[in-house]
């Protein structure tokens, strides 16, 4: 059976139920299908909005889904195929194998996503095509150093040219499970009419809030900021995580992750998460400092500033593992549809050196995020450390800290970390506590993190089946096997971050479910309206308001006005 039979059957199909979502497909077939019938014959926008009673905007907006079920089944196809359990039922109903169906699906969502990143064209980050290249040069000649080799290999070729083609396209990364999963968890366990996000906790009896704990997230906190200004704060742009999360509702955070979440999902590479997760630590670690720091800092150095940065600087290391997944053997990256670079360590490792300054720049500036912070992300390899702003020198003093896990004997180990950042002012005392106090809260936050991961129905049979002192993981390029002393520690083994994904898939299943489910006291009219402001939202992060404002037929500052009303 090949894709277009495939494609043939799935379309000749009724909506198919399977863990639940098939009961929203069917009544959404059945409205848009009924709607179709009842606007057959009309010759114009305005005859059928009449017809109908309803507004010619939101004549526009079903004659949108209408557009889609029936021209691009694929994109429906590829909203009910959104996880493995889905994917294995359809595969019995057509009899055939699964993984069969499962790369089909993988190649329809490729084709897709293709199209979309065509239809974007490149941002913001074509602006630092300078920088890219000096970054590509860097590198080259450093390589040809390391591996005492006159040319660049093809498949390193290869590898920069997609990275230099794609990271100019790049809005949205796929979200890393543990996360999404903590934020999630921490959403349901909230009371429903709590809309007061500020007090939320996180579910591990900690004392942290929701709010503070996703502003230290490298991509989340980020695209949050971004997406909220692109929606809510068109007319006037925040330009501080203070201004954007100081004034977030519960409602507003929900619809910011379900845009976020849409097109990309989840990070689902398992043997990449091994490395991302101790990248999502590092970062966190590092503004979990800096706000301890805040307080001793010279007032002249501007914290917003200095947070945004060090929230930036390592999103370039993820764009890179998003891009070339060096992970993924040759069979696996087929069944994606995607490139097996067969990158050696040489080159993953000074890609990232010399890349990931100028990729987060480049991210930062497709989101349109504040130059000052883009500029510090760029600069914060510099050596010439006497020259550096303040800002900089703070952020180079806290990643020093934070790659040496906050472990110093005494207070003279720390006394040179002063001498080499005099414009900060600080005095020994005072940063030999903090780093003690980050040593106590780094053990913590990873204990409490596992803690939050075993509640998982799949990590923790993963638990249960290996035992504590019995988990190991396969180094991909030592060949040996490590032990781990703890769960604390073997949060990182493969096969308990294959149980995190598959958790995190079924909480994201359910938020979905419930962002698309009609509310308590909800009328239909007001549902088809907030369904729809969804979809504008959608659309704004991707395209300019101009292009989605003209799609739905409504004028530029209709649209702006709109979105700026949702979810108050």
């Keep these: 059976m090949d894709s277009h039979e495939v494609t043939n059957r799935l379309r000749k199909l009724p909506s198919f139920s399977a863990n639940g979502l098939g009961n929203r497909v069917r009544q959404r077939r059945w409205y848009l299908d009924r709607q179709k019938k009842e606007t057959k014959g009309t010759k114009s926008v305005a005859a059928g909005a009449k017809k109908l009673g309803i507004t010619e905007l939101e004549y526009r907006g079903i004659e949108n889904d209408l557009g889609l079920v029936q021209d691009e089944q694929g994109a429906r196809i590829r909203e009910i195929l959104s996880d493995s359990t889905v994917i294995q039922n359809w595969a019995q109903f057509l009899e055939m194998e699964y993984d069969q169906l499962d790369r089909w699906v993988n190649r329809e969502r490729h084709k897709i996503q293709k199209k979309l990143k065509r239809s974007m064209g490149s941002g913001d980050a074509v602006h630092y095509e300078k920088e890219f290249e000096a970054a590509k040069q860097g590198f080259i000649e450093k390589y040809k150093e390391v591996t005492d080799s006159p040319d660049i290999p093809k498949n390193v070729r290869l590898a920069l040219t997609n990275i230099g083609k794609y990271s100019k396209e ?34 591990d009896n900690g004392d942290e809030v929701l709010t503070d704990y996703i502003r230290r997230l490298p991509y989340i906190g980020n695209y949050i900021f971004y997406s909220a200004n692109r929606i809510y704060y068109a007319s006037q742009p925040k330009q501080s995580f203070s201004e954007v999360f100081n004034v977030l509702s ?5 619809t910011l992750l379900h845009v976020m979440i849409q097109d990309v999902g989840v990070y689902d590479i398992p043997k990449d998460l091994f490395d991302l997760q101790r990248f999502l630590e590092f970062h966190t670690e590092g503004l979990m400092m800096a ?37 993924l053997s040759q069979e696996e990256a087929n069944a994606r549809d995607r490139i097996n670079y067969s990158l050696d360590d040489d080159a993953i490792y000074w890609i990232d050196y010399y890349f990931h300054p100028v990729l987060s720049a480049m991210l930062a500036a497709n989101w349109k995020l504040p130059a000052a912070a883009i500029e510090l992300v760029l600069n914060h390899h510099d050596e010439n450390i006497s020259q550096v702003s303040p800002e900089c020198a703070a952020l180079k003093l806290i990643n020093r800290c934070t790659q040496e896990k906050f472990e110093f004997d005494n207070r003279d180990s720390v006394l040179e970390y ?35 991961m075993e509640s998982g129905k799949n990590f923790n049979e993963v638990a249960s089946h290996k035992g504590m002192g019995q988990y190991k993981y396969e180094e991909q390029s030592g060949g ?64 300019d308001y101009e292009k989605v404002a003209k799609r739905f037929g409504m004028k530029e500052d209709e649209l702006l ?3 700026a009303q949702m979810d108050r």
């Design 250 to 254: 519960k409602e507003r955070l929900k």
């Design 480 to 543: 040996f096997v490590r032990k781990y002393k703890s769960k604390e520690d073997a949060r990182l083994d493969l096969d308990a971050q294959k149980g995190l994904i598959a958790d995190c898939l079924e909480l994201l299943f359910e938020f979905t479910q419930r962002i698309h489910r009609i509310k308590e006291g909800e009328s239909k009219e007001a549902f088809q309206e907030r369904i729809f402001n969804l979809q504008l939202a959608s659309e704004v992060v991707k395209h």
């Design 418 to 452: 002063l001498d080499d950042y005099p414009q900060l002012q600080l005095d020994l005392e005072g940063l030999f506590d903090i780093v003690t106090t980050m040593s106590s809260l780094r053990k913590d936050m990873i204990r409490r993190s596992t803690s939050i």
């Design 170 to 203: 790049l809005f949205k990364l796929p979200v890393l499970p543990m996360p999404l999963f903590i934020i999630l968890r921490a959403l349901y366990e909230s009371d429903d009419s709590a809309d007061d996000i500020h007090k939320i906790k996180l579910p």
């Design 561 to 563: 006005h709109r979105l």
């Design 291 to 327: 706000r301890l720091l805040k307080p001793k800092l010279p007032s002249e150095i501007n914290y917003e500033v200095l947070e945004m940065g060090l929230a930036l600087q390592g999103l370039g290391t993820y764009e890179l593992y998003h891009l070339i997944s060096p992970s």
